[in-house]
Each structure stands twice: as structure tokens, then as C-alpha cells.
T-cell receptor
Framework: GENVEQHPSTLSVQEGDSAVIKCTYSDSASNYFPWYKQELGKRPQLIIDIRSNVGEKKDQRIAVTLNKTAKHFSLHITETQPEDSAVYFCAANKAPTGTASKLTFGTGTRLQVTL | NAGVTQTPKFQVLKTGQSMTLQCAQDMNHEYMSWYRQDPGMGLRLIHYSVGAGITDQGEVPNGYNVSRSTTEDFPLRLLSAAPSQTSVYFC?????????????FGPGTRLTVT
């Protein structure tokens, strides 16, 4: 099955700096990579996703890059703000050729943005 | 739309007790799933369903049963609770059974087994 590794487990940055979280996956057939944000005590929520037919996707201060050859993808947050403080999870899935969605999640990165 | 709802929010069980965690969605989503979240381990898939009457096992199915008699509801049953099942449980739903579609999570149920 798929295995997703995520680094770092904790990340502290100053407000306004950039944050980068990296994930690697094992199954070369995976082709859908979402990122979820989970605030303390809340449910995970999708913030951005990327499919394997593109190398980069951007949404305001958030961007995701994908390197299929190396089987890794990264989340980039620029101009960080205190409200970016949360746990971020990457995930991998075979889509749409898989018969059913089975997301495999990384172990999470706790991001703290300090003033 | 209420989205994905879960009850109860908190539950304490004694070892050996059974209970059902409820999950419902009002988005007419085809796909529903259950995850457990443990510290340092991310979210792990327990069971999933691609439609009414169809369920299958995920990564960590032992000790749990599911059924899907309607599109809206997907309850998770703990047959004989064990301390190892202490966790936060999230139900999720998605428009399509196929991957590549956003999964919407419920608010979670925090379960403690003593």
C-alpha cells in the first residue's frame, strides 16, 4: 500500500516569514495530493490539492509543488500570519483510476507562527 | 446544508462495552469513510463505503463494523471496546467514490476507553 512521510513534525516561523512542509510518497501510481489544515480541536479542512498532470498550483499565499520523478510534494506558505498556526496534513491517493478513494495521510506538521 | 454531522461529541466507555458512533451527511455524497486520529499518527482509514449497501475495509478495520443502509448515514460500531480504541474519530464524505474529490470531515467524536 501507499506510505506517506511528512517533515518536519513541528515548525516555528516568525510572522511574515515563509513556511515549507515536505512529503514523500511510495506508490508511483498515486496522482492526487491534497493538503488539509486542522486547527486545535477542529476538523481537517482542505486548503489546496494538486493532480499529477501539473507541477505547481498556487492559491494566494499557499502553493503546492509536485515532483513525480522524486515522488515528493511540498506545501509553501508565504507571508505567514498567526492564523496560519495549525497542524497541516499531506495525503496521497490514486485518482481517478482507482476503484475507490483511499487517502493515505502523512503524520502531520504542527506550524506555529510567532509574532 | 448541515454538511457532515457526528454524534456524540464525547464518549467514555469501559473495556468490553459496545457503542455506535453516528455519522450523517446531507450533501447526497456517494462516498463516506471513517478515520481515527491518534497523536503523531495522522488520520488512518478504518472503513469506507462507495454507496448504499457497499462497504469495505480500510487500513485499520479490526474491532469495528460498519453498514450503509442509506446514502445519508454511515454508523461505526465498536463491538467490544478496548483501551487501544481511545482516539478521535472523524467521519468524512465525498461527492464521488473515485479519488481526486474533496473529502468533507465531520466535527469528530472523542472516545475514551478505560
Amino acid at each position: 500500500g501507499e506510505n506517506v512521510e511528512q517533515h518536519p513534525s513541528t515548525l516555528s516561523v516568525q510572522e511574515g516569514d515563509s513556511a515549507v512542509i515536505k512529503c514523500t510518497y511510495s506508490d508511483s501510481a498515486s496522482n492526487y495530493f491534497p493538503w488539509y489544515k486542522q486547527e486545535l480541536g477542529k476538523r481537517p479542512q482542505l486548503i489546496i490539492d494538486i493532480r499529477s498532470n501539473v507541477g505547481e498550483k498556487k492559491d494566494q499565499r499557499i502553493a503546492v509543488t509536485l515532483n513525480k520523478t522524486a515522488k515528493h510534494f511540498s506545501l509553501h506558505i508565504t507571508e505567514t500570519q498567526p492564523e496560519d498556526s495549525a497542524v497541516y496534513f499531506c495525503a496521497a491517493n490514486k485518482a481517478p483510476t482507482g476503484t475507490a478513494s483511499k487517502l493515505t495521510f502523512g503524520t502531520g506538521t504542527r506550524l506555529q507562527v510567532t509574532l | 446544508n448541515a454538511g457532515v454531522t457526528q454524534t456524540p461529541k464525547f464518549q467514555v466507555l469501559k473495556t468490553g462495552q459496545s457503542m455506535t458512533l453516528q455519522c450523517a451527511q446531507d450533501m447526497n455524497h456517494e462516498y463516506m469513510s471513517w478515520y481515527r486520529q491518534d497523536p503523531g499518527m495522522g488520520l488512518r482509514l478504518i472503513h469506507y463505503s462507495v454507496g448504499a449497501g457497499i462497504t469495505d475495509q480500510g487500513e485499520v478495520p479490526n474491532g469495528y463494523n460498519v453498514s450503509r443502509s442509506t446514502t445519508e448515514d454511515f454508523p461505526l460500531r465498536l463491538l467490544s471496546a478496548a483501551p487501544s480504541q481511545t482516539s478521535v474519530y472523524f467521519c468524512a464524505s465525498s461527492y464521488s467514490r473515485l479519488g481526486g474529490y474533496e473529502q468533507y470531515f465531520g466535527p469528530g467524536t472523542r472516545l475514551t476507553v478505560t
